[in-house]
């Protein structure tokens, strides 16, 4: 039998890219606006292989939600391992310019409020974007040692950042749009 030089992936590894090709394409359309055809197209499979991997589009965009949490949580740990000191403030701060830094890739940003606004209608998606953000606060109150209201304003910057860079404001030179970013880390 001859060798063609080509060598197979897993599925684990298939799945990863699907997952990867999935969070620009939901990114750029949203949870509504994107299809299992075009995901499999942008991620050179077939759609029927993007069916095997998740049953169905509701899966995909769950596990994508899910993928983009745990890059949140990966940013958060390396901030908390940079800061400059262990009071909750020092730890928080930190975390939040790795998170800044992490957001510069605005298919992460926009992944994450899309998920928000279908949250608001999707059952599963309302169900995995309250598991992660529990696991999310959770993680930050372990890991900062921070109070409830200050993981509270920590979280609040977190969504004003969500805001400001979705809607582009900090290239509005206006004071609407000064005020909204005043005092925020962009990458």
């Not at 590894?13 to 942008?42: C, Q």
């Not at 983009?68 to 310019?97: I, N, T, W």
Request: aromatic residues 8%; charged residues 20%; glycine residues 6%.
């Amino acid at each position: 039998m001859a060798t063609t030089g080509r060598v197979l992936s897993t599925a684990e590894e298939r799945r990863e890219v699907v997952l990867s090709t999935a969070v620009s394409s939901f990114a750029a359309r949203g949870y509504y606006g994107t299809n299992t055809t075009e995901v499999a197209k942008r991620a050179g499979i077939s759609q029927a292989y993007v069916y095997r991997l998740f049953p169905n589009k509701e899966a995909l965009f769950v596990a994508v939600v899910e993928h983009c949490f745990d890059l949140v949580r990966d940013s958060f740990a390396r901030g908390a391992a940079k800061a400059r000191g262990s009071e909750p403030h020092e730890v928080l701060m930190a975390m939040g310019d790795e998170y800044a830094r992490l957001i510069a890739d605005q298919d992460l940003l926009l992944v994450q409020v899309h998920a928000q606004a279908a949250a608001a209608s999707e059952p599963a998606v309302r169900e995995v974007v309250q598991r992660s953000y529990a696991r999310t606060v959770e993680y930050v109150r372990s890991v900062s040692g921070a109070d409830a209201d200050a993981i509270q304003y920590f979280m609040a910057r977190g969504a004003l950042c969500h805001l400001v860079v979705a809607i582009g404001a900090i290239e509005v030179d206006a004071p609407w749009a000064n005020t909204l970013s005043a005092g925020l880390r962009h990458y």
